[in-house]
């Protein structure tokens, strides 16, 4: 892919706006680093078994595994084959166990103010509970179970319950619609859903349980609905299938053994957006995950034991399951969990819940950082974030000038900055900078870590030294997906058929410099990248096209300098309506009870006919260059050039 086509491929989006400014990492950083010796490297690469192993040892096994890595049917990885162990005695009970009970896992802050202080050892005790109701619902080993929840302690509690008894659990994000939980239910036969009355969105509750109740009404697996009561909503409860959390945790035993697991036994599926309109249940397994995230976050973040960590995302998305809930735990961090929105009631919430706390690692995303960018610095400068002493960035390319912003104004000049780079698919972070090793670039997230092996290829396969294409990863890894669930030959198809078995093809475009720092692009794929968010253009326009009053759709990312990319939408209405506001309100309405409101087209273009090929394909490259207002590209293939006349003279109106 030239870069030509990769820029096309991100939506026409200019993040890499370059700067030639470069930052080592501070002596003082560097000198009492988790990662100071550059040699890990060179001995990781040399032998990734010995490094991954190395990392596995320093969990908790209940029997030790026999062979590190068996890679002898790709792209199906096992790794610590014959080992078993729990993953939530490793998060919990070996901390417990060593003394650290009272030791605070989460400081709790919900959105209206309420504070509490989560530690090691209330987490065992209500993970355990929670464990022994799921088993009095019927729930075991190999069962699904759905989590629907808002930001509070029991969306982590539920997640390690699950764990405890081998339950697989399918965390759906919070802000998805009752049609996205119903679709996810459905496909994963889930038996139970684990969900709260509401969340708090801007100080208000918005029903959670209400919202998805007549919608899961239809699904035959689910047999049980338990619900957490966050706002005191009291919502309808069907009898026989609803269960109230409190109730059922109260009557349990606060004590249940951890499920010995296999080490390949599936922890969790978590699905994501590909190409098609259907998502993709990515499965993780039980040690290998385990290994992963949390040798990567030991040395990413640099954790020590008084650091105060908070990793800002969602627990509905990999960032939440990998660094909010499973690596911190099991490295026993004191983390900060924070329900609500970054500006409510006022544009200084984060930094006052940074200063409250102590806060000395931030992880967030590009997008929230250009949006505190835009509030003012004021809001920043307002709290004394002298704590911190490090920064990450996930989610998307950041650009050059937010990067900046960051560094001088959140971390004061002094924090180093970790862009790390990964999938729901990885796992676990891939290409980082080694805060006490690596000199960042702004926009840059810089080389893999180590153990870990990138490259990028030309469209034929053939490597290239130092330039743009397509990214793969060229090693197995220990966090990496094992599958589809339930849809193997997918994920063949998906990851590993373009280059070959071993080869790891990601979906983005990527450039590498002459320093082998890589650059990430964009995607290659027909996913959209909002907010960090992964959405499929087919998805979009899959809701679109089920309102009765439109014909056809066609979706693209464009850039967008808040949210990375936006969502453009191309239509062409039916049944007599006409392409105007109302129905472009109606529309995107449409889109968010149909996926949710992330998914909702920030524009519109109504046109009686889309840009087309003879064969009567859509030529999305060419709304990509009407979207960005570019010279059109080869147009010899379109069947009505007027088609794309008429749409250039609505966009420029
Ligand atoms: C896609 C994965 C990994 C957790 C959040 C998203 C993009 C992710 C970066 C980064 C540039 C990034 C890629 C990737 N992405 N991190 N640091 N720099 N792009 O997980 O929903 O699985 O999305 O997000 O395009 O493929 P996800």
Redesign the pocket.
Known sequence: MSEEQATAASGGIDVLLHTERTFPPPPEFAARANASDPGIYERAAADPEAWWGSWAEKLDWIEPFDEILDWSNPPFARWFTGGRLNVSANCLDRHVAAGAGDRVAYFWEGEDGTRKEITYGWLLERTQRAANALRSLGIGKGDVVGIFMPMVPEAAVAMLACTRIGAIHNVVFGGFSAASVVERMEVSGAKALITADATLRRGKPTPMKAAIDAAIGGLDSLEHVIVVDRAGTDPPMTAGRDHRWEELIGAADPVCEPEPMDAEDPLYILY?SGSTAKPKGIQHTTAGYLTGITATHKLVFDLKDDDVYWCA?DIG???GHSYIVYAPLANGATSVMYEGAPNYPAEDRWWEIAERYGVTILYTAPTAIRACMKWGDEHVDKHDLSKLRLLG??????NPRAWLWYHERVGGGRCPIV????????GAIM?TPLPGLTTTKPGS?TIPFPGIEAKILDDEGNEIAEGGGNLVLTRPWPAMARTLYKEPERFVETYWKRFGPETYQ???AARVDEDGYFW?V??TDD?I?VS???LSTMEVESALVSHPNVAEAAVIGVADEDTGQAIFAFVTPAGGASGDGALEADLRDHVAAKIGKLARPKRMAFADDLPKTRSGKIMRRLLRDIAAGRELGDVSTLRDPEVVKDLKRQLSA
């Open positions: 994501t995302a998305w990999v960032t960035s996930v989610g998307e390319p950041i862009d790390t780079w990964w999938q729901t698919e990885t290409i997230a990601v979906g983005d990430i964009g995607r996913v990248n960090g968010h992964r």
